[in-house]
């Protein structure tokens, strides 16, 4: 049974905005880093970005990094990943990922995943 669980994902437009939301259990997730990866119809898990537990640090996969902003709210348990001028391209399943270690952008260092969130952006 995930532990993660992603909400916000929808059907838009190409340009339009997005806020994905990433919901975890509390105290034992504190300390993770947290990221979002999203799977595309027949491709690979791709890195999209990651935050540290303290949300000092942040990574973003280059294509993103000037319209995605990842963020956590430790009040609320929850990580957020607002997407702007969302493209075609970025179609997908979004999954939200936590790793208890330090950041990365490698999906096996990630230990526990929700079950994701669609986005589809039509053109």
């Known amino acids: 049974q995930a532990q993660l669980a992603e909400s916000g994902g929808g059907s838009v437009q190409a340009g339009d905005s997005l806020r994905l939301t990433c919901a975890y259990p509390g105290r034992a997730f504190r300390l993770a880093a947290m990221g979002w990866f999203r799977q595309a119809p027949g491709k690979e898990l791709e890195f999209i970005a990651a935050i540290n537990w303290s949300g000092d640090t942040t990574e973003y996969e280059d294509s993103v990094e000037d319209r995605f902003t990842i963020s956590r709210n430790e009040a609320k348990n929850t990580v957020l990943l607002q997407m702007n001028s969302l493209k075609p391209e970025e179609t997908g399943v979004y999954y939200c990922?936590?790793?208890?270690?330090?950041?990365?952008?490698?999906?096996?260092?990630?230990?526990?995943w929700g079950q994701g969130t669609q986005v589809t952006v039509s053109s």
């Open positions: 990922a936590a790793a208890f270690g330090r950041i990365s952008t490698t999906p096996d260092k990630y230990e526990s």
